[in-house]
């Protein structure tokens, strides 16, 4: 008995399967590392950042604005930069190698899109045969009108576009100015729906843009050169009205497509947009325009909103000047009562062939 149970084998232990690393949750999609579930968090938090980030970039690439909220959002894309570079952040804490190249995308893209434009170079053969400086001012329904005008006194600009003017602000102006500034085109309402343009040269050919607010235009002799005006107010983006921002938007670029009588053309006003905005670059490729803050180095100086805790954050204050134009200097001034900066430009008039 003894001898049978010596010759009989030993029972083996039974296999069990290899067991993980301790802290690790498994095996991972293939081709990228196991997710630690301490790095769960930080690649959840780097996806909810990217979120925003990734779509107003990508409508920014495509060239649209897109529906609300984008083209809210679109304004304020350089500081989308922000979480885009914190999802950078997480998602290389948490390993994640897809996730990283997506972030690290979308920070790129935002951030190429946030660079202030470089200016053209320019080279003057002749003086000019003008010099002209451009105020743009948006009085907000009139309550900066006091401000407007120690702030016209002071710097002595030649043409005015003033937004927001209602009735009271612009009998105020013209009979200011009825020596310096004795041309205007206006559009005459209460509110906002008022504008008016002050000009120290002859006008002709006054015509009206259709918008919700007023946007007149006209066309001033300078130094005996035809020069096509065009105030610009259209609505802002407003949920639920970007529609109709993008309508009236179209038709300042209707307008400035249009054959003028001569080269030159300034275009000026509160756009309600900024240069991320494809409708406002629209404006400037139908009219062979460029951004006077662009020219001078300023392209990324904000405007609006110059009123609350905050300091502006976003440009939509333009003054857009045809090839006729070249520009020695932008500066943007506040004015005390208007949620808005004033743009002020100094421009040389050329012949413009």
């Keep these: 008995m003894d001898r049978v149970l010596a010759a009989a084998p030993e029972p083996q232990p039974r296999a069990t399967p290899p067991h993980p690393p301790a802290g690790n949750s498994g095996p991972g999609p293939a081709g990228a590392p196991p997710l630690r579930p301490g790095h769960r968090p930080a690649a959840r938090a780097a996806v909810l950042l990217l979120a925003v980030p990734a779509v107003v970039a990508a409508c920014r690439a495509l060239d649209t604005d897109a529906v609300t909220p984008v083209p809210q959002l679109l304004s304020f894309l350089p500081w989308l930069t922000v979480p885009a570079g914190l999802a950078v952040l997480l998602a290389a804490a948490a390993r994640r190698r897809v996730l990283s190249f997506v972030a690290v995308t979308v920070l790129g893209t935002t951030a190429w899109a946030s660079l202030p434009y470089v200016p053209d170079p320019v080279t003057l053969i002749a003086p000019p045969e003008a010099r002209v400086r451009v105020l743009a001012a948006n009085v907000e329904f009139g309550e900066a009108t006091g401000a407007l005008v120690a702030t016209i006194r002071r710097e002595r600009p030649t043409l005015v576009?003033?937004?927001?003017?209602?009735?009271?602000?612009?009998?105020?102006?013209?009979?200011?100015?009825?020596?310096?500034?004795?041309?205007?085109?206006?559009?005459?309402?209460?509110?906002?729906?008022?504008?008016?343009?002050?000009?120290?040269?002859?006008?002709?050919?006054?015509?009206?843009?259709?918008?919700?607010?007023?946007?007149?235009?006209?066309?001033?002799?300078?130094?005996?050169?035809?020069?096509?005006?065009?105030?610009?107010?259209?609505?802002?983006?407003?949920?639920?009205?970007?529609?109709?921002?993008?309508?009236?938007?179209?038709?300042?670029?209707?307008?400035?497509?249009?054959?003028?009588?001569?080269?030159?053309?300034?275009?000026?006003?509160?756009?309600?947009?900024?240069?991320?905005?494809?409708?406002?670059?629209?404006?400037?490729?139908?009219?062979?325009?460029?951004?006077?803050?662009?020219?001078?180095?300023?392209?990324r100086t904000p405007t609006w909103p110059a009123e609350g805790p905050l300091p502006p954050s976003v440009q939509i204050d333009h003054v857009l000047v045809s090839d006729g134009f070249t520009v020695r200097a932008v500066r943007f001034l506040a004015l005390a009562g208007s949620d808005h900066r004033a743009v002020l430009a100094d421009l040389d008039l050329h012949d413009g062939r």
Aim: aromatic content about 4%.
């Design 161 to 299: 576009y003033v937004s927001e003017c209602d009735r009271a602000c612009g009998r105020t102006l013209t009979t200011t100015f009825a020596a310096e500034l004795p041309h205007h085109a206006s559009v005459a309402a209460d509110g906002s729906a008022g504008s008016v343009l002050l000009s120290a040269h002859p006008l002709r050919d006054r015509r009206v843009v259709p918008a919700t607010m007023g946007m007149p235009g006209a066309t001033a002799v300078i130094a005996g050169r035809p020069v096509d005006l065009q105030l610009a107010h259209p609505m802002p983006p407003l949920p639920g009205q970007t529609g109709l921002w993008k309508e009236e938007l179209g038709r300042i670029r209707d307008a400035v497509a249009r054959p003028a009588e001569g080269p030159h053309r300034i275009v000026a006003g509160d756009f309600n947009a900024s240069q991320d905005h494809a409708a406002f670059r629209r404006i400037l490729d139908a009219g062979h325009l460029q951004d006077a803050a662009r020219l001078a180095g300023e392209s």
